[in-house]
């Protein structure tokens, strides 16, 4: 909860025990309904209104009702218990589904973003409704910044009143459940000028997985943005949850791109040619910022150093990282989290990999990680083809959905799916340490100690070769 609302749950819930337990009225008794709402009206102005709170917005305007119309300072006995009753879902619902907290970086940098619509010519829309047209999807930079004092921060879900519904729907909520996403910030600032520096900064990019979307790991983004990285999140039109663009076309997910439940002959082409499309968006995705690097009137010119390429990505966008850096030299460091397998062209699986590499899996996504699961032993299969792989670790406790910003939605995330029993904090510290870690290795040449030796924290085990 948020600081007024905390305020006027804790006012509320005074008032009515103070009832319950029949002591007299006081001075301030008289005056707690008439402050509740007063913070109430500065928490609409200044924390906005969300549906979670309406049984405590009805209990305040009741009781403040009640003070100045009918001087009633303590309600009846026979309003109190239903006053109580409802005091239960009145600090329950905002508590169980809170405004998220994106939490401040511990880098050097203050961090900016900007988002950009690409269109590729040179390839077509296969999973429109009219495959003539050409590839079109989105991006969001994240960078160092110097912002200017009257810079806003910038949404965590822009167009969430789009994506918040389809999120809901992918965990089978309901549409309006997930509304109050339009209210959470992040720490990076919107259209900020990049930070000037004297060496060029490494670029990252990021590929979500599918139905996935490019803010979904905002929290490592930033991270990476404040150590002095030009991170770009993908959004793969049609493969993520869906895409918003900015002349207000919407396009949802294409079921049919993945086909579920469909036999092997067909899911695995499909899925493979799915990848082959997500990695021709991060090429051209880098193809657009060098373009950016070169002219002249691009905030980004002469900052970016486009010989310094690390590519990460989650779930199928772990397979793309892998499929990308098999086939594009650009690609100088690779680090996938759960990355799925199957749609890994066989050209890749037999030929691997020749850049650094880090794979990192949760516990449920690989199940027991001596099991030959399909995608344990399609893993197993390309490993030894990864020729400089910094290892395979798997974390315990965790869940396929911890590597993403989604247990922060709510404290149900465990019983949503979200997140296995680990500590939410832990993961985030271990996911970002080995992140930057490896990127300011493979890319930087910094010196590091984590990948020298066994893993600092107890919750990282090995992934058995």
Partial sequence: MRPLEITSALLIA???????????QTVITKIIPVIVMAVLLVHLIVEKYRWQMLPLYFLAAMFCLLVVFN????????????????????????????????????????????????????????????????????????????????????????NASIYAPAISDLLKLPHFFLDHLELVTTPAFQNAPLA??????????????????RAQNT?????????????????????????????????????????????????????????????GDIGYALDFMAQQNDDTQSPFHNLLDLNKVGVFGHSTGGGATIEFCG?????????????????????????????????????????????????????????????????????????????????????????????????GPLVIRIVNDYLLSFFDKTLKGMPETLFNGRPPYPDVIPFPE
């Fill in 14 to 24: 005074f008032y009515i025990l103070w009832a319950l337990i029949g002591r007299p």
């Fill in 71 to 158: 001087r009633q300072y303590i309600p009846t006995r026979w309003l109190t218990i239903p006053a109580v009753i409802l005091l239960i879902p009145a600090i329950a619902l905002p508590i169980l589904l809170p405004v998220p907290n994106v939490s401040k970086p511990d880098g050097p940098y203050q961090v900016g973003t900007m988002t950009f619509a690409l269109t590729d010519n040179s390839r077509r829309e296969i999973y429109s409704s009219n495959p003539t047209i050409p590839r079109r999807f989105m991006i969001q930079v994240w960078y160092p910044a110097s912002p200017h004092p009257d810079d806003k921060t910038a949404p965590w879900m822009p």
């Fill in 196 to 213: 000037r520096s004297n060496t060029a900064y490494p670029v990252i990019v990021f590929s979500h997985g599918w139905k996935g979307f």
């Fill in 219 to 279: 929290v490592q983004m930033i991270d990476l943005a404040s150590h002095g990285y030009v991170v770009i999140g993908m959004e793969h039109t049609y493969g993520a949850v869906t895409t918003v663009f900015p002349d207000g076309t919407i396009a949802p997910n294409n079921p049919s791109a993945l086909p579920d439940g469909m036999p092997d002959e067909i899911y695995f082409p499909a899925a493979r040619l799915l990848v082959n499309q997500w990695a």
């Fill in 327 to 423: 086939t594009d030299p650009r690609c100088k460091a690779g680090f996938a989290e759960d990355p799925y397998m199957t749609p890994v062209s066989e050209e890749v699986m037999t030929k691997g990999v020749s850049q650094p590499f880090f794979f990192m899996f949760s516990e449920t996504w690989t199940g027991d990680v001596k099991a030959e699961n399909t995608n344990n032993r399609l893993f197993r299969q390309f490993q030894p083809n990864a020729s400089q792989s910094l290892g395979a670790v798997t974390i315990a406790g965790s869940a396929h959905y911890d590597f993403t910003d989604l247990p922060m939605l709510t404290p149900l995330a465990p019983q949503l799916h979200l997140k296995g029993p680990i500590n």
